[in-house]
């Protein structure tokens, strides 16, 4: 799993539509596709329900999601201790 992996399902999660989950990530559609099926890959199912308008998530997204919005607030969390520590500053843990 990489993290643009997990920025993309929690887009496609929020918008409910690949397009628009591309355009908000400023991705191409199938580029935030094909990373959309190596998470698949990765957790070995379906994530989403697709048709032609609406990405819905399965009952295994459902599952999987709390996990991976962890996943993500941990990677912000320690960007913003990173920085503070480069300029000098003691990021509190």
Do not use: W
């Amino acid at each position: 799993m990489e993290m643009h992996h997990v920025r993309y399902f929690l887009a496609l999660c929020e918008e409910e539509n690949f397009t628009r989950a591309a355009r908000s990530c400023g991705v191409s559609q199938p580029s935030l596709t094909n990373a959309i099926k190596k998470l698949e890959s990765f957790v070995g199912g379906h994530l989403f329900c697709r048709d032609h308008r609406k990405a819905r998530l399965t009952e295994l997204g459902e599952l999987v999601r709390p996990h991976i919005e962890r996943i993500n607030q941990s990677a912000v969390r320690t960007k913003e201790i990173a920085q503070k520590y480069t300029t000098g500053e003691r990021p509190q843990l």
